[in-house]
């Protein structure tokens, strides 16, 4: 049973609109622009300090607010267009005249500014893919040995991948016990 004391609190609860103030912006900006953002970054750059949502609603004083969003958004999210669509929704928010001209110039100088972090992001993204990739060809050649034994090339062959990489995997998998080479060069799954 509700005592009357939490009462006045219950009723404050259920007149205050559920909004996460990121999702809000979300929407903001694919009703603002034609080209859309990822979600995820427009959240990430939301997301990614107190002040951006002053900055983006205006009620932080910024001397160029524009290359201060356009910033944050290449720090979270490396896409020239991304950062174009993103001023142009600022322009549009407060009433703005779109300025191709000066959107060049403003991405540009964020683009610059954004390079060595954009660099070591597409580095990490490269390095994440490459070992997925190898984690997912071990796991075929895994699979592969299963079913028969076999020589490096046999392996890259019915694989389809490149033999030096499969050898360098398979020097891998003799390394950790999970597969044995004879003397032939054939290689197999490993007895337990």
Known sequence: MITSMYKPYLALVRETPRCDPSKEFI?????????????NAAFRTYRSRKDFAGIWDGSIESEEPELELAVRLLVNYDNRQAAESLITAWWKKHGCEVDPVNLEVIVDEAMQLTEEKRAYFRTKQQEEKAAMYVTKTKSEILNYLEAQPGRPADIADALGKNRKMIGMQLIRLHDSGQVVRDETGLYRMTEE
């Not at 929407?27 to 622009?33: A, C, Q, S």
């Open 27 to 39: 929407k903001e900006l694919d009703r603002l622009v034609p080209t859309s953002i990822w979600h």
